[in-house]
């Protein structure tokens, strides 16, 4: 028998079909089915299970591997002295190892125990006859490297059955006493419903998270009442951020929870609280399920996640210095890092986000964990970018999608490609952007990932308004409020709807603006999001052309109530509206200087254009007041920020601003800037900019002082609503 044993753990399962038959055989002979020799009962275990490897001839029962994989699982799961590690991160240590299913050999079974921090490695093989006999032969390697084999047959159509067997015989060769509960609790009984299952988790451990969804909406619509079903379900989509279906399908894993573990039936809870942003209800959860097994990484790992969710950032560092202190190999893990960059990413801590992202790297490459490398690399980018040094970050962001799609995972890859296009466009490669975005669009399209489809074609709304493509940018900003909006993600949605209404203002639809912002702002305020704040001075500034002074400032006020001061760009927009609400009204000195702590704020956060603008507000207040050599100054900040963009938004306001200050400074001399106003009124007819237009007409009309242009100009911005430009007018011809 030794010598059969250790043939099983120096073959490939590709040559041992015959060697695991015969060793069925010799074993059903001696009289020994469950085990050659138990474990000796002892303290808290740790075991992986790999999913067994199809050594039949029918390739279509590949869908029982995971089946087998998960029944066994979850069997020894309720035995509280044994931790059984995830199946994702045993999908992954595969992955990284080179391994597709294969019975591993004894360097790899060491090499898989150590990456896991295993203690006990269970796998081996199946195979299902033409008649529908399934017969399933797996192997324990224990922690002194010795084997236990465990046999079993039964009819395919009675899997749930012949896995409690099966698990019967691996509790005895762990030395583990039986218990009430067994594999087959909740897991679906029609073979059909459990392919599909079957065939989701597979899709989820591969980042197929839409795929995933699919299957396992089929198995949700063929056994409803299965909370494991519902459970996974959520888990894809929550992945996904399908947060209404999301949300739909914890609330089923919740209500149906009877059925499940005591573990899974807290999952459930967590996700359906995380789902209704119940966050302080989803985290006590996820703690008091990590007290329970305070020695099991990924629980606390999952407590991570619900801090992050719930944006308690003080909290996070103290979680993770605690996990450090978990004996190796868990306190040593590469995850703890990346979840500690992670919350200092989003808190915008981005010197704690820069080390923690190195020492997850470190931790991994020793570890030769792929995705996690990736991860590292990923948030270190970013950390980079985000200090402003945009050429060190690309390199980072190459290796992250590099090792995103060495380890299967397109989804991460893609948004690398996200943030990547990000970074040209800081660099004014707007084509470079462009071309980025869309491979991400590409990819997410390809996946059936509405999420990332949704953030992709923001991103590029976004962009061709840069580029003053308003058309294209509408029709994007469009479709991505659209597919926000159908996944339930408001947040999201909100935020497109918040671009959708810069454009429609960009193209002088005001009505239409206001509608849409005053909808994206009511969605913004219900959902407690910070970002109201952008909302609020994109309506501030439609009333601003309204003539609406009283509405508008209303507005900046709520702006300034909602605003934490942790973003530059955030508080500059505010401040930016605050000086051309002063400069409608005449006070000059007031406008010029929250226009120069607006073009601060926006260069500390790196926004040319809305840099750009505010120089050109400080030259106009200049030169309104007769400050005529700080105004050209002014203007030619400006004209230098401008010149690092290869963005068209500020271009023809800063062109405009530099022909007035040019009049000024020689007023014999009109024609040169009566020529560059004709240019920018030329040229934003043919990108249908309306505030372009006006300001190039009215500083044309006010330079060669004709009483009937300026009376023409103010009826036909009546006309239009645009009262600002009106008044202007009005104003000049007096």
């Known amino acids: 028998?030794?010598?059969?044993?250790?043939?099983?753990?120096?073959?490939?399962?590709?040559?041992?079909?015959?060697?695991?038959?015969?060793?069925?055989?010799?074993?059903?002979?001696?009289?020994?089915?469950?085990?050659?020799?138990?474990?000796?009962?002892?303290?808290?275990?740790?075991?992986?299970?790999?999913?067994?490897?199809?050594?039949?001839?029918?390739?279509?029962?590949?869908?029982?591997?995971?089946?087998?994989?998960?029944?066994?699982?979850?069997?020894?799961?309720?035995?509280?002295?044994?931790?059984?590690?995830?199946?994702?991160?045993?999908?992954?240590?595969?992955?990284?190892?080179?391994?597709?299913?294969e019975v591993p050999q004894p360097s790899e079974v060491f090499r898989l125990?150590?990456?896991?921090?295993?203690?006990?490695?269970?796998?081996?093989?199946?195979?299902?006859?033409?008649?529908?006999?399934?017969?399933?032969?797996?192997?324990?390697?224990?922690?002194?490297?010795?084997?236990?084999?465990?046999?079993?047959?039964?009819?395919?159509?009675?899997?749930?059955?012949?896995?409690?067997?099966?698990?019967?015989?691996?509790?005895?060769?762990l030395g583990l006493a039986e218990h009430p509960a067994n594999a087959a609790i909740a897991f679906p009984a029609n073979l059909e419903t459990a392919r599909l299952y079957a065939e989701g988790l597979r899709l989820l451990h591969d980042y197929e998270a839409a795929r995933a969804s699919e299957a396992l909406a089929k198995a949700a619509a063929l056994s409803p009442d299965s909370a494991r079903i519902q459970l996974a379900l959520a888990e894809a989509l929550l992945f996904l951020?399908?947060?209404?279906?999301?949300?739909?399908?914890?609330?089923?894993?919740?209500?149906?929870?009877?059925?499940?573990?005591?573990?899974?039936?807290?999952?459930?809870?967590?996700?359906?609280?995380?789902?209704?942003?119940?966050?302080?209800?989803?985290?006590?959860?996820?703690?008091?399920?990590?007290?329970?097994?305070?020695?099991?990484?990924?629980?606390?790992?999952?407590?991570?996640?619900?801090?992050?969710?719930?944006?308690?950032?003080?909290?996070?560092?103290?979680l993770t210095a605690g996990l450090r202190q978990l004996p190796p190999p868990a306190g040593n893990d590469a995850r703890i890092d990346l979840a500690e960059s992670l919350g200092c990413l989003r808190s915008a801590d981005l010197k704690c986000a820069l080390a923690s992202s190195q020492r997850a790297y470190a931790t991994a490459l020793e570890r030769g964990a792929r995705w996690q490398m990736a991860s590292a690399r990923y948030h270190e980018g970013e950390a980079i970018r985000r200090q402003g040094d945009a050429v060190q970050a690309l390199p980072k962001l190459a290796e992250a999608d590099r090792l995103y799609t060495g380890s299967g995972d397109r989804g991460s890859a893609a948004s690398v490609r996200l943030m990547s296009a990000t970074i040209y466009a800081d660099q004014c490669d707007l084509p470079g952007a462009r071309r980025e975005f869309e491979t991400a669009l590409k990819t997410f399209g390809e996946m059936g990932d509405r999420a990332g489809e949704g953030a992709t074609l923001h991103d590029l709304a976004i962009l061709l308004r840069r580029a003053r493509e308003l058309p294209a940018a509408l029709a994007y900003a469009s479709r991505a409020t659209t597919n926000f909006l159908e996944q339930g993600a408001l947040r999201q949605g909100s935020n497109a709807m918040t671009t959708l209404g810069n454009l429609r203002l960009d193209l002088g639809d005001l009505s239409g603006a206001l509608t849409v912002l005053s909808q994206a702002a009511d969605m913004r305020r219900k959902e407690k999001d910070p970002l109201v704040v952008s909302t609020l001075t994109a309506l501030a500034a439609v009333r601003l052309l309204q003539g609406d002074f009283a509405a508008m400032k209303k507005l900046l006020d709520e702006?300034?109530?909602?605003?934490?001061?942790?973003?530059?760009?955030?508080?500059?927009?505010?401040?930016?509206?605050?000086?051309?609400?002063?400069?409608?009204?005449?006070?000059?000195?007031?406008?010029?200087?929250?226009?120069?702590?607006?073009?601060?704020?926006?260069?500390?956060?790196?926004?040319?254009?809305?840099?750009?603008?505010?120089?050109?507000?400080?030259?106009?207040?200049?030169?309104?007041?007769?400050?005529?050599?700080?105004?050209?100054?002014?203007?030619?900040?400006?004209?230098?920020?401008?010149?690092?963009?290869?963005?068209?938004?500020?271009?023809?306001?800063?062109?405009?601003?530099?022909?007035?200050?040019?009049?000024?400074?020689?007023?014999?001399?009109?024609d040169e800037p009566l020529r560059l106003l004709k240019e920018v009124a030329s040229e934003a007819e043919k990108t249908g900019v309306s505030a372009d237009q006006w300001e190039a007409r009215l500083a044309a009309a006010q330079l060669e002082h004709q009483a009937d242009n300026l009376a023409a100009l103010a009826r036909d911005a009546r006309a239009q609503g645009l009262i600002l430009y009106a008044l202007q007018a009005e104003a000049a011809k007096r």
Request: proline fraction near 4%; charged fraction near 25%; glycine fraction near 6%.
């Open 1 to 101: 028998m030794d010598e059969l044993l250790a043939a099983i753990q120096r073959g490939r399962a590709r040559d041992s079909r015959l060697v695991w038959l015969a060793a069925a055989v010799l074993v059903a002979a001696l009289g020994v089915v469950a085990l050659r020799r138990p474990l000796p009962p002892r303290g808290p275990r740790t075991v992986a299970v790999l999913s067994p490897h199809n050594a039949s001839a029918h390739a279509d029962a590949g869908w029982i591997s995971p089946v087998f994989a998960e029944l066994v699982a979850n069997d020894l799961a309720g035995d509280p002295t044994v931790r059984v590690v995830p199946e994702a991160e045993v999908a992954a240590a595969m992955r990284d190892l080179g391994l597709r299913g």
């Open 241 to 318: 951020r399908e947060e209404t279906q999301a949300r739909e399908a914890a609330r089923r894993a919740f209500e149906l929870g009877d059925s499940l573990s005591l573990d899974d039936r807290v999952r459930a809870e967590i996700f359906y609280r995380r789902t209704l942003g119940d966050h302080d209800r989803a985290v006590a959860l996820a703690h008091a399920r990590y007290a329970a097994a305070p020695a099991d990484l990924s629980r606390g790992l999952d407590v991570a996640e619900e801090l992050i969710s719930a944006r308690r950032w003080p909290e996070i560092a103290a």
């Open 559 to 670: 702006a300034r109530e909602n605003d934490k001061g942790q973003e530059p760009t955030i508080t500059g927009r505010i401040r930016f509206g605050a000086a051309t609400l002063a400069l409608a009204k005449g006070r000059l000195d007031e406008e010029a200087a929250e226009a120069t702590k607006a073009a601060k704020l926006f260069k500390d956060g790196q926004r040319l254009d809305e840099q750009a603008l505010s120089e050109a507000a400080v030259a106009e207040s200049l030169l309104r007041a007769g400050h005529l050599d700080t105004a050209r100054l002014a203007v030619n900040r400006a004209k230098e920020v401008v010149a690092k963009s290869s963005s068209r938004l500020a271009r023809p306001q800063v062109a405009v601003m530099d022909a007035k200050v040019f009049a000024a400074e020689q007023p014999a001399h009109l």
């Open 113 to 173: 125990k150590k990456r896991l921090g295993a203690d006990v490695l269970l796998g081996g093989i199946y195979s299902l006859s033409e008649v529908g006999t399934l017969r399933a032969e797996l192997v324990l390697w224990a922690p002194d490297g010795k084997t236990t084999f465990v046999s079993q047959q039964g009819d395919q159509a009675h899997l749930t059955e012949l896995a409690t067997r099966v698990c019967a015989g691996v509790r005895s060769g």
